[in-house]
């Protein structure tokens, strides 16, 4: 290298360099080439359209840890996203090298010690359907793929967007947005305006994942515990409160993320422009696979790593209080689901899992990922928690300290 050059001038250089010989290299020669440029221009704080200018196409910046990325082919993600014994976590990053880490406003206090609306609670799941989360996770995995590039991804969001347009009826303070990306699938953003005009711009989230795979977008993926166990479940929360006439103080968010099965490149895209606006979220759960096994004794894995520690306390407190359902603690691993997404930027957030981690349902990101091999009984517990979730922070002021 050189030193009267900076890392950005110096990774032009390389890069150039590199590509001129690359007929005579090898490919893992040009793919080094390209890591080496890459680090040179976030080195030196360059665009992320300097890092896209310096890879080929069809590769992806993956980060599988703090300062472990690698440049990735499609295919290649698709393998470790779905292939057994391949697995891993992991961000694409490639879209948000410059992106803001831990910058996001939150409000101190504002999580609850314990559960105190259990009245309030209690009542409004009287009015929960028993099937609605069903009859949701059936029509989510008849679509034959929700892989993020295809029509029928698309499809998926724009069912369930309408199913939370006639779930809000008349509501004036509902309102209910897709978040577009630069591929097919969006997001879905559902917010209920928080009424307290001094709390109103703090969020709470209760979010999903509405994508699936089975490692590609050819493959039949129905993806019915992962994730539209999650999305329905989120979905069913929002019609019990809106069926019980709930008017939160805070403002309340219901999110449908695309994109998560490979890199939780929606999630990152949400938290991200959150973060710029410096958005006050002062929680945000995940629900992502809540419907294994099929029994409501086996206990709920409380994800203790890359989490606020303090919400996910508190979670454990509400599966206590509104249901059936015991909790242990459990390890997830680096990026493995939305939440962290929000970690990366300092929101408080938390990832229920249907169960201890590894004793999951193993049918996910295969064809018999379907609906029949989940527990309604288990899918509703989750729903009561969220819920009480929603009501207990919806609710609550902050307690500031």
């Not at 080929?56 to 990735?72: D, K, V």
């Not at 709920?300 to 454990?316: A, K, N, R």
């Amino acid at each position: 290298f050189f030193p009267s050059l900076t890392n950005r001038e110096q990774a032009s250089f390389f890069f150039r360099k590199s590509s001129s010989i690359f007929t005579m290299s090898s490919p893992t020669f040009y793919v080094s080439a390209i890591v080496v440029t890459s680090v040179l221009c976030m080195s030196q704080g360059a665009s992320v359209a300097s890092v896209n200018n310096a890879r080929p196409a069809n590769m992806r910046l993956i980060q599988f840890s703090e300062g472990n990325a690698t440049w990735m082919s499609i295919s290649d993600i698709d393998k470790i996203a779905s292939v057994p014994g391949q697995r891993k976590h992991f961000f694409d990053v490639t879209d948000h090298v410059n992106s803001p880490r831990r910058l996001l406003k939150t409000s101190t206090g504002a999580i609850p010690n314990e559960p105190i609306r259990q009245e309030i609670v209690e009542g409004y799941l009287n009015n929960l359907d028993d099937t609605g989360a069903v009859r949701t996770i059936t029509k989510l995995s008849s679509y034959f793929t929700r892989y993020y590039t295809t029509a029928t991804s698309k499809d998926a969001v724009l069912w369930l967007m309408d199913q939370y347009r006639e779930a809000s009826g008349d509501r004036t303070d509902v309102t209910i947005e897709l978040f577009e990306h630069s591929w097919l699938q969006p997001s879905l953003i559902v917010r209920i305006m928080g009424k307290d005009t001094e709390h109103s711009d703090e969020t709470v989230i209760l979010g999903g994942h509405i994508d699936s795979t089975a490692g590609s977008a050819t493959a039949q993926a129905p993806g019915a515990d992962d994730d539209g166990s999650g999305s329905a479940s989120v979905l069913e929360v929002f019609r019990t409160l809106m069926e019980s006439r709930f008017v939160p103080e805070r403002t309340i968010e219901f999110h449908a993320y695309a994109a998560e099965e490979v890199g939780l490149r929606g999630s990152q895209a949400v938290s991200e422009e959150y973060a710029s606006l410096k958005r006050n979220v002062v929680s945000m759960v995940q629900f992502d696979m809540v419907g294994y096994p099929a029994d409501t004794t086996t206990p709920v894995g409380l994800t203790s790593d890359y989490v606020d520690p303090v919400l996910t306390e508190f979670v454990g407190k509400l599966f206590g209080a509104y249901t059936r359902l015991p909790t242990e603690a459990s390890i997830c691993g680096y990026a493995c689901s939305d939440h962290a997404s929000w970690y990366q930027i300092n929101a408080p957030s938390s990832f229920p899992f249907e169960c201890k981690f590894g004793k999951h349902n193993p049918a996910i990101h295969t064809a018999n990922d379907v609906v029949g091999r989940l527990s309604q009984d288990r899918v509703n517990e989750f729903i009561k928690m969220g819920v009480g979730y929603i009501v207990e922070m919806g609710l609550l002021p902050p307690q500031r300290t």
